[in-house]
């Protein structure tokens, strides 16, 4: 990269795991190799995520604003020359408008930045994260110098407890509360622990942040060391499948001892803090806050009986303040700010804001930072973009394996702690996943249960064999064996498995599938009493038929590794006992005329496009 000089042009490159998916970093080195070509006095520099990771990798021409997506390392020469030398606007790089499709300039006049409330996230896409010049720029570590100048423990705390902060990790614990009970803990040592321990299917907000502003992090945890008190030692817990994060959060750690930030006297308040990485195997279950602490230990990761809590008796048996990754990137902001500014944002009981990771059946996916307190119809359709390809919106999972469904009925429903839990739903840590009307919701929540059932530790009965028998349920009823007493078998066990499983993974575990009962009964009906899927989707419940445009070509036939395609006098057929709808014959039909028959109505075309192989 070119040394950054004052008052120039810059260049910055959103090189987050998603753009770098995409060959972010050759084109930064071809943004390079052009400004220097150019003998321009421009940085180009590397930015955590920008958000928007659908239509990376992301270009930003600064102090202008011009914002580029789907950069590839040819448009290199044409971004430099036009934009960066000559202020031109490169109007087919730009991303389109959602409403008009005209080419956006400034990621501003996106609603999927514009609908946004970017605090936590204020950084990212920003800062270059390897800089920990950049974040102090910015005013990083200022939170950190007035709390060790300026405020007692006693203060810090207060101010979070006055923020209402709650937890980010899922179960929404007041900030404020767990820090009063660790610093009232007797101890002569203690530890803090963020949870980076990311594991959701479609989760990717922990990552994001410690990618792109790992230092925020390691602020809020250095003030939790100076809040609770005889805490010298802090840990970073990361799964090993994050090579970027563990990377940048090292770096950034190696940063701060040099500059006086970690390690003995920090900033010459008496302070003695130093944090280091450990990194687990990615075992889902030591996302659980007492597993996490066996796993640093070095043993396996299982939880215990609670209480007593962690304040009290964590790590090594020592008072240990856990929180996650976003929970810490927020204490920086509520004592620079205040608590009487954070509380403007959110609801009555949700204050701030909630980063997620968008993904699923909408235009645009990414990641996102709301208001407490916001519809699911603003982020799906002001956001997301609404649903791609015209089709109807059906449901929006929030959190994850552990969380529950947002159908229809509650687009306009508030995203708050409060809320979702009236309607069976939950927070968790931020994956919300958008689905449309082709999605099967039965098979959906199988889906989860199939994830949070392999990820059981197997310790206590209630989740190891109650989990495993509503798998089986679900895949019976899949499979069209379900018989009439299943929906209330699912639900009883479902109820029972909440109410006695030894740690949150086992009690929230059933609630996808209790949250689809709830909102989605008929397909699960359908699928018992007819025999058929009414999305289509589900393959056991299909039939492939051969329609009357049929060529008698006989490529089907030839192709079906079954041998279910049977030439008879009047042309060929399918022996529907024989196929196993791999849809092979799909794929190599020319006149496209293998049906699907799904029991209503007429058997609709299945094109080779559909099929997963294209």
Not at 24 to 52: D, I, K, N, W
Not at 231 to 249: D, K, M, S
Request: hydrophobic share 35%; proline share 5%.
């Amino acid at each position: 990269m070119a040394e950054r000089q004052p008052g120039c042009k810059t260049v910055k490159v959103c090189t987050g795991s998603a753009c770098r998916s995409a060959d972010a970093l050759e084109v930064a080195q071809a943004l390079s190799r052009e400004v220097a070509r150019a003998e321009l006095p421009v940085a180009v520099e590397h930015t955590g995520c920008q958000g928007l990771c659908q239509l990376g990798p992301l270009v930003t021409v600064q102090p202008e604003g011009t914002f580029y997506g789907h950069v590839v390392p040819f448009d290199a020469s044409k971004i430099v020359d036009l934009t960066v030398k000559r202020g031109q606007f490169v109007s087919h790089l730009a991303c389109p408008h959602p409403e008009t499709g005209r080419p956006v300039r400034s990621a501003d006049d996106l609603p999927f930045y514009s609908s946004q409330t970017r605090l936590v996230l204020r950084y990212c896409g920003m800062i270059d994260p390897m800089r920990i010049e950049d974040y102090i720029e910015a005013g990083g570590y200022e939170a950190l110098a007035r709390v060790l100048q300026e405020m007692s423990p006693e203060d810090v705390i207060a101010g979070v407890k006055r923020s209402r902060l709650r937890g980010r990790g899922g179960a929404g614990f007041p900030t404020g509360q767990k820090w009063e009970g660790a610093r009232k803990a007797k101890g002569r040592r203690k530890f803090v622990i963020c949870n980076a321990d990311e594991g959701d299917p479609g989760a990717f907000m922990d990552r994001a942040l410690l990618e792109g502003d790992p230092h925020a992090v390691l602020e809020g945890m250095i003030i939790c060391a100076y809040a609770v008190g005889n805490c010298r030692e802090g840990f970073v817990y990361v799964r090993e499948e994050y090579p970027l994060a563990v990377q940048t959060v090292g770096t950034a750690i190696e940063q701060a001892r040099a500059m006086g930030l970690l390690g003995e006297n920090i900033l010459g308040s008496g302070l003695d803090f130093d944090i280091e990485i450990r990194r687990g195997a990615g075992a889902f279950i030591c996302g659980e806050s007492t597993a996490l602490m066996f796993s640093i230990e070095g043993k396996r990761g299982m939880p215990r009986v609670t209480p007593p809590r962690s304040v009290e008796s964590g790590l090594w048996g020592c008072p240990t303040c856990l929180n996650n990754v976003e929970t810490f990137a927020n204490i920086p902001l509520i004592i620079n700010r205040g608590a009487d500014w954070y509380v403007t944002h959110g609801t009555s009981g949700s204050k701030g804001t909630k980063v997620f990771a968008l993904s699923g059946k909408v235009r645009y996916t990414g990641l996102i930072e709301v208001s407490m307190g916001i519809s699911t119809r603003q982020v799906v359709f002001d956001i997301g973009g609404g649903i791609e390809g015209g089709k109807r919106f059906k449901a929006a999972q929030i959190g994850g394996p552990g969380g529950g469904c947002v159908p229809e009925e509650h687009l306009d429903l508030p995203i708050d702690f409060e809320s979702l839990d009236a309607i069976g739903s939950a927070m968790g840590s931020g994956a919300l996943v958008v689905v449309d009307e082709t999605i099967c919701m039965v098979d959906f929540a199988r889906y989860f249960l199939q994830f949070t059932q392999q990820e059981s530790c197997g310790q206590c009965p209630p989740c190891r064999i109650g989990t495993y028998q509503m798998l089986r349920i679900l895949e019976r009823i899949v499979e069209g064996k379900g018989n009439e007493g299943d929906l209330e078998r699912l639900e009883d066990l479902g109820r029972l498995i909440s109410e006695t499983s030894l740690c949150g993974l086992g009690k929230v575990a059933p609630r996808p599938v209790l949250s689809t009962l709830r909102f989605f009964r008929s397909e699960y009906m359908s699928h018992i009493f007819e025999k058929r899927c009414p999305t289509g989707s589900c393959s056991a419940l299909k039939r492939l038929v051969i329609g009357p445009d049929c060529s008698q070509c006989g490529l089907c036939a030839e192709v079906c590794p079954q041998h279910a395609v049977i030439e008879k006098q009047d042309g060929f057929t399918i022996d529907q006992v024989i196929c196993d709808n791999c849809a092979a014959c799909v794929t190599a039909c020319p006149m496209e005329c293998i049906l699907e028959d799904t029991g209503e109505g007429e058997p609709n075309e299945r094109n080779s496009a559909d099929h997963p192989d294209h």
